[in-house]
Structure formats: structure tokens, C-alpha cells
T-cell receptor
Framework: DAMVIQNPRYQVTQFGKPVTLSCSQT?????MYWYQQKSSQAPKLLFH???????NEADTPDNFQSRRPNTSFCFLDIRSPGLGDAAMYLC?????????????FGPGTRLTVL | GQNIDQPTEMTATEGAIVQINCTYQ??????LFWYQQHAGEAPTFLSY??LDGLEEKGRFSSFLSRSKGYSYLLLKELQMKDSASYLC??????????WGAGTKLIIKP
């Protein structure tokens, strides 16, 4: 089945220790997104790529970076995680074509910062 | 600024009907989405409206009024598995989704 895969599902890191979250997709979608979601809050868009065109949301902290080496993979790097970065990180994709720009989500990575 | 408003929490009874409202103010409008999100899981797509009116999909229906900046999600014949958060999201003129914080729906037997 075509899908969006995120690894790991749960990540524990120490304050200030860099961490990388990964996302892969078998949907062959043009657009990939990284969201941060905290409990009972709306997903907050961090980055999105249309193909290799990178878009950084204006309020995304400098602590966060992203890479998309090819169509299938996307990575989220948190250079120096703080306690406030503990959240669910959601990767999503959309075709970027057609009339309905439905986003398909991976299962998420829950990040804990100790 | 851009804003999506929906109630924080609602409670309903198994077998009943519930309507979850969403109002929005966005820079442009290219469609409105409803997603379901169970606790600790990712959102899953429920419905999409771009024209005024009602879209029906099984037990779930979604309504849109663009002139009023208003939508609702109607869930019929509620089941315990419908306990989840329901997120309203509007695609703005830049084709980005503006998300509401979600409505937590609690179903009681």
C-alpha cells in the first residue's frame, strides 16, 4: 500500500543533543510537509517542499532545519533541542496537482526532551 | 490575520447526531478540509468542500457557506470509535493549510 512512513515513532533525546527525524513516502507526491503539533493544538507548519523548492515558514525557529535529498525522503534536523521542542512531529505529502490538495500524514514521531 | 475557530470540546451520546462548527477568516480560500485525529495518532482526511452546500459521505457530512466563512461537520449514528479530535483546515491563496486547534469529541454510551 502506498503510504507515508516516519521513523522512529518515539524519540527521546537530551537537552541540546541533536536529533534527526525521517520521513519517506511511496505515493510519489511532489509536496512534502513537516508539522509540529503539541497537545490540543493545531498542527504548526515548519517547512514544506514543492519538489526540491524549499519553503521555510517565517516563524520556524533557526534550531530546525530540513533536507529533501530526493522525491521519496525528507528529514527534519533539530540542532539543539530544548524542552519546548517536545511535541509530535508530523510528516505529510500531497500531490501538488489536481483540484483537491489533500494531505496524507505519516503516523508521526513523538519527541521527548529530557 | 488568519484564524480558524472551532469549539474546544463536545460531548454526545452513542447513536445520536452531532454537529461540529468551524468559522474561518483567511487570506483567500481554495477549499476547506475536515480531518479526524485519534489521540496520539496522525490526522486522517474526512472531507473536502470548495463550493457552497452539503457533501455527504456515509455517516459523515460536511457543509460550507463561503459568504459566511462557515462550515460544519455532521456525524450521524455516533459510534464509540468516533471519539477523536476533528480538525477544520482551510487552504488559503498560497495553497497552504491553515489549521484549527480541533474539537475533541467525547462519545458516551
Amino acid at each position: 500500500d502506498a503510504m507515508v512512513i516516519q521513523n522512529p515513532r518515539y524519540q527521546v533525546t537530551q537537552f541540546g543533543k541533536p536529533v534527526t527525524l525521517s520521513c519517506s513516502q511511496t505515493l510519489n507526491h511532489n509536496v512534502m510537509y513537516w508539522y509540529q503539533q503539541k497537545s490540543s493544538q493545531a498542527p504548526k507548519l515548519l517547512f514544506h517542499y514543492y519538489d526540491k523548492d524549499f519553503n521555510n515558514e517565517a516563524d520556524t525557529p533557526d534550531n530546525f532545519q530540513s533536507r529533501r535529498p530526493n522525491t521519496s525522503f525528507c528529514f527534519l534536523d533539530i540542532r539543539s533541542p530544548g524542552l519546548g521542542d517536545a511535541a509530535m512531529y508530523l510528516c505529510a505529502t500531497s500531490s501538488g496537482t489536481g483540484d483537491v490538495n489533500e494531505q496524507f500524514f505519516g503516523p508521526g514521531t513523538r519527541l521527548t526532551v529530557l | 490575520g488568519q484564524n480558524i475557530d472551532q469549539p474546544t470540546e463536545m460531548t454526545a451520546t452513542e447513536g445520536a447526531i452531532v454537529q461540529i462548527n468551524c468559522t474561518y477568516q483567511t487570506s483567500g480560500f481554495n477549499g476547506l478540509f475536515w480531518y479526524q485525529q485519534h489521540a496520539g495518532e496522525a490526522p486522517t482526511f474526512l472531507s473536502y468542500n470548495v463550493l457552497d452546500g452539503l457533501e455527504e459521505k456515509g455517516r459523515f457530512s460536511s457543509f460550507l457557506s463561503r459568504s459566511k466563512g462557515y462550515s460544519y461537520l455532521l456525524l450521524k449514528e455516533l459510534q464509540m470509535k468516533d471519539s477523536a479530535s476533528y480538525l477544520c483546515a482551510v487552504e488559503d491563496s498560497n495553497y497552504q493549510l491553515i489549521w484549527g486547534a480541533g474539537t475533541k469529541l467525547i462519545i458516551k454510551p
